[in-house]
């Protein structure tokens, strides 16, 4: 093993072994010695981290909110009783994030319920930090009432990078139907979800199209809206679930018809089972979420042949 002699450069006065890794004061002559060429120190982050949160002074577009501070990008959306913001975590370690700001104050018990629901599902996850999580569901970073305002509530989600909208928006984006072989993957995305809940004994309760984001580069659908997610749910409940995501297919391959009937450019296999789960709830029961997924394997690989990577260009 090679030896190496550290000393100073300038009086060439030896060094403590420490050296090696961080910054020391040579004990001969005082200089300030580091073996890297380049060197943060305290001070200079100091300002660097102050001049960071200067940035983000714009009048009304912060919110403190779990003892942290987040800056209002952009507003992706809103609803019954929410304003759904992209926002950004102001401080050392800044992070998108999606806020969601109460209108109404039913909010505050929807935002703690959806909080409840999904740290417990994580917690039953490995310890609580599977990758599968963190994939397929929103992660929660913080939820309570917004601070310095008696009114409004607060749900802070890390954002799902990549996830362009939800269903609803792509069906409105492909207003003559979705293509089916993107219907095939969107729905088996979903199943694999509600099979991973299902086999916890959860049902999500509330499944349609703008409650499911879809991430169009990686062919990825991450379920929110689970607000009335049940524990200890019954196979019906569970059944449930899986007649709303084939009701959610159906919509995409109906695009803006509103009649219902599958247009017939789908492939014959494909229609029966989509309508069939999305009619007959002893079926959806029977099969369960593992059970469809099959079915629909094999009924696309007799429409389509062998599976192959579509890209879907919105």
């Known amino acids: 093993m090679a030896w190496v002699a550290l000393n100073c450069p300038q009086c060439s006065a030896p060094l403590p072994r420490v050296a090696i890794w961080r910054s020391v ?21 100091r300002q660097a981290l102050a001049r960071a949160r ?21 507003l992706l959306g809103g609803g019954e009783v929410s304003q759904v913001y992209l926002a950004k975590r102001i401080g050392g370690l800044p992070f998108l994030a999606t806020l969601k700001l109460s209108t109404s104050p039913a909010a505050a018990t929807q935002y703690a319920r959806e909080a409840q629901v999904l740290q417990e599902l994580q917690a039953a996850q490995n310890g609580g ?8 569901f929103p992660v929660v970073v913080a939820q309570g009432a917004v601070e310095g305002d008696g009114v409004r509530h607060f749900l802070a989600m890390r954002h799902a990078h990549g996830f362009w909208g939800s269903l609803a928006a792509l069906n409105a984006r492909f207003p003559k139907g979705l293509d089916p072989r993107h219907a ?11 099979q ?17 984001l879809v991430h169009p580069e990686n062919h990825g659908v991450q379920l929110i809206g689970w607000a009335s997610a049940k ?9 449930a679930d899986l007649q709303r995501s084939a009701r959610v297919v159906l919509v995409l391959l109906c695009g803006a018809s509103s009649s219902g009937i599958v247009p017939a450019a789908v ?21 369960g979420a593992q059970g469809l997924d099959v079915l629909l394997k094999t009924a696309a690989r007799a429409a389509f042949g062998p599976p192959t990577f579509v890209p879907l260009v919105i």
């Open 267 to 287: 492939p014959t296999e494909l229609a029966q089972l989509v309508t069939q789960a999305s009619e007959d709830d002893a079926f959806c029961r029977q099969e």
């Open 231 to 239: 524990r200890g749910a019954s196979k019906k409940d569970q059944a």
């Open 54 to 74: 200067q940035s983000y002074g714009s009048p009304g577009g912060d919110v403190q909110c779990g003892g942290e501070g987040y800056h209002l990008v952009q």
């Open 196 to 212: 991973f809940i299902h086999v916890q004994d959860w049902a999500h309760g509330d499944v349609r199209p703008e409650h499911a």
């Open 25 to 45: 004061k040579c004990p001969s002559c005082g200089a300030l010695i580091t073996r890297t060429e380049s060197v943060v120190t305290r001070d200079s982050f």
């Open 184 to 194: 095939v993957w969107i729905w088996r995305r979903m199943l694999d979800v509600l």
């Open 129 to 136: 930090g599977s990758a599968y999580f963190a994939k397929n």
